[in-house]
């Protein structure tokens, strides 16, 4: 199923994006559904680790670590 969306992109994109699918004879639509789906495969790992409660938890304890200016590790000591 195919839902509608409004999406508000500059002029000059919008523009660039017509001259691009008229010149490809393709749709708007096929190009931003393809530009989606490039987008949500790049992001995957990110969303799996995210997803990953026991993830989430560590990536929050090591954000508030950095935050806080706890003073890291040297990359000499960490092992192999």
Same mark, same amino acid.
């Given at each position: 199923?195919?839902?509608?969306?409004?999406?508000?992109?500059? +002029?000059?994109?919008?523009?660039? $994006?017509?001259?691009?699918?008229?010149? &490809?004879?393709? @749709?708007?639509?096929?190009?931003?559904?393809?530009?989606?789906?490039?987008?949500? +495969?790049?992001?995957?790992?990110? $969303?799996?680790?995210?997803?990953?409660? &026991?993830?989430? @938890?560590?990536?929050?304890?090591?954000?508030?670590?950095?935050?806080?200016?706890?003073?890291?590790?040297?990359?000499?000591?960490?092992?192999?």
């Amino acid at each position: 199923p195919v839902s509608s969306v409004t999406v508000r992109i500059p +002029e000059e994109k919008r523009d660039a $994006l017509k001259v691009i699918a008229s010149v &490809e004879r393709r @749709a708007i639509q096929d190009i931003l559904c393809d530009l989606i789906d490039d987008y949500l +495969e790049r992001q995957k790992e990110t $969303l799996e680790l995210l997803s990953n409660p &026991e993830w989430a @938890a560590l990536i929050a304890a090591g954000k508030t670590e950095v935050e806080s200016k706890v003073p890291g590790v040297s990359l000499d000591v960490l092992e192999d």
